[in-house]
């Protein structure tokens, strides 16, 4: 573990983000399963801070919630700053000075709470190269194609950091054909506006620093050249990584940086393991595990928390939020949402997994099937077309297809129980409170809201009775009565309802239904 770490950072998310044209505050906007300011603190966490300390204004309470809960979720003390009504970067450093500690030594990162992709590695690069070379200030740089609107990084002979000119600032100087900075316009490397200081000289030169501009804002960069004027050392530390210093203003953006992070996260679970067939269309967030050599098919979501094992097939299609998959598990065409599938287990196609689904090991949830706070053991089956909720399934037990387990008497919620080793015939319903013991039947087509003992089948159905004529008398003239007359004619037997009048053994029939 490196040994450098600074002593503070300061995430500036003050800003109103009046381009976002949203109710929600900028860096509360959320890409790859984080809200951007998240993203911005566990970067400063990772590096190893002694403080942390966000500042806010803009919605600035529901921005202090989020903070005081994500830190505690994620174990990260921080501090917040209010700035006042005095503008300006310089002026946010300065509040947010106000809240550490009054003998705070050491190095200083200045952040932003709208540049999610900056690496936890590039600010301990960037302490680094700070306190290697004994600096006052160093300064995050970057060189690209094209720098337009960026500021411009300007170098003396001996190539420190002479300062920084605005664009506005170097083409004005180019079209009044100033000598000293003519040549401003053609620098392509740009400042990032993300910093390391030596916290004493910071807050020495934030205290000098005015708001005596156009815009009647105290700027931080002012703090470079002051300190430069007092002799200490202004350097630049430079990446080649653009993304990292990249900020968010409005929502083309945003989703520009949710593509390049979900590119990035998909790519490192190819690198640890895992198959991704299609990286284009498929989303991972970045607290998502996923295991070696399992295959994840096109257009499959896997958001917040969710944990996948080894040798798993997910997708496609497929949507999974805070789900555990175990080991040698398949998931096809399903939503899942805090939920938890065993080991060798089945799911889908077309499932709906909701909070609370337990399935076991090597248990199977089928198509068409709902699940809600059920507990299905392992081995179980509900193989199709069925609303399993608040449910306690045992091992190896099957549950037949179209049942209802039957949970909500309009005021309060039931739980039905169904015994290891028991079968459930089809288009059943289960009128919980109910116990189906273990090694228990419920025959097919049954409304059970009675307790089934061991080794008892529940029949709990209407007999049959089939009338004869019937179709005659009140579908006369129609293609039905035409055929029923048709089959008359060829059998007689059959017409007399021969066949369907025939005694049938109740306990014989019950045994029919049950789908596997």
């Known amino acids: 573990m490196n040994d450098v770490r600074p002593d503070a950072v300061i995430i500036l998310a003050a800003g109103e983000g009046t381009r976002m044209k949203s109710t929600l505050p900028k860096v509360l906007h959320p890409i790859g399963g984080a809200p951007l300011l998240g993203h911005a603190m566990r970067a400063a966490a990772g590096a190893g801070a002694s403080e942390t300390v966000v500042v806010i204004r803009h919605q600035r309470d529901r921005v202090a919630d989020f903070i005081a809960a994500y830190g505690e979720r994620w174990q990260i003390p921080c501090r917040t700053a209010d700035q006042d009504e005095v503008k300006g970067t310089g002026r946010a450093a300065e509040c947010a000075l106000d809240v550490l500690p009054a003998d705070l030594s050491g190095t200083v990162l200045v952040t932003y709470g709208d540049v999610p992709l900056l690496a936890t590695q590039t600010l301990v690069d960037l302490t680094s190269a700070h306190e290697a070379g004994g600096n006052a200030v160093t300064v995050l740089t970057a060189e690209v194609e094209n720098p337009t609107g960026y500021g411009r990084i300007l170098r003396d002979e001996s190539g420190s950091v002479a300062g920084i000119i605005e664009h506005k600032d ?15 316009l053609d620098i392509r490397e740009i400042n990032s506006g993300i910093y390391a200081f030596d916290a004493i000289v ?18 931080l960069t002012d703090v470079l050249a002051l300190a430069r004027a007092a002799g200490g050392r202004v350097e630049a530390h430079t990446i080649t990584d653009l993304w990292q210093t990249e900020g968010v203003n409005d929502k083309v953006q945003l989703a520009a940086m949710g593509r390049e992070l979900n590119r990035r996260v998909v790519a490192q679970a190819m690198r640890d393991g895992a198959i991704v067939i299609d990286p ?19 257009n499959t979501q896997l958001r917040g928390a969710t944990t996948i094992g080894a040798r798993c097939e997910i997708g496609p299609d497929t949507t999974l939020v805070d789900t555990e998959v175990a080991d040698d598990a398949s ?9 938890t599938i065993g080991a060798g287990a089945s799911v889908g196609p077309f499932s709906y997994l ?28 509900v193989p199709h077309l069925t609303y399993c909720g ?28 169904v015994g290891a080793h028991s079968f459930v015939g089809s288009d059943s319903v289960l009128i919980a409170p109910v116990t189906i013991a ?9 409304a059970v809201d009675g307790d089934v003992e061991a080794g008892q089948m529940a029949v709990a159905r209407g007999r049959q009775r089939n009338i004869d004529g019937w179709v005659e008398r009140r579908r006369a003239g129609t293609k039905t009565a035409d055929a029923a007359r048709d089959v008359a004619h060829a059998s007689p ?19 029919e239904g049950i789908t596997k």
Do not use: W
Not at 280 to 298: L, M
Not at 391 to 400: F, L, M
Not at 407 to 412: K, Q
Not at 438 to 446: K, L, N, R
């Open 438 to 446: 273990p090694g228990a039947y419920v025959a097919a087509g049954s």
């Open 331 to 339: 998931v096809v065409r399903t939503q899942a949402n805090l939920a």
């Open 390 to 417: 608040d449910a306690v399934i045992g091992e190896g037990a099957n549950i037949g297809a179209g049942t209802i387990f039957a949970n909500y008497d309009g005021v309060n919620k039931h739980t039905t129980h």
């Open 493 to 511: 037997r059959a017409a007399a309802g021969e066949a369907a009048s025939t005694s049938v053994d109740e306990e014989s029939s019950a045994d």
């Open 202 to 219: 910071l807050r020495e030169s934030l205290a000098k620093v005015t708001t005596d501009n156009a815009q009647g804002e105290k700027y």
């Open 280 to 298: 284009a269309t498929t989303f991972v967030d970045v607290d998502v595990s996923i295991g070696r050599d399992t295959v994840v098919q096109p």
């Open 170 to 184: 170097a083409l004005a100087a180019r079209e009044a054909g100033d000598a000293k900075l003519a040549h401003a």
């Open 354 to 381: 909701r909070p609370g689904t337990e399935l076991g090991a090597k248990g199977k949830i089928g198509g068409f099937v709902e699940t809600k706070n059920a507990q299905i053991g392992d081995g179980a089956k």
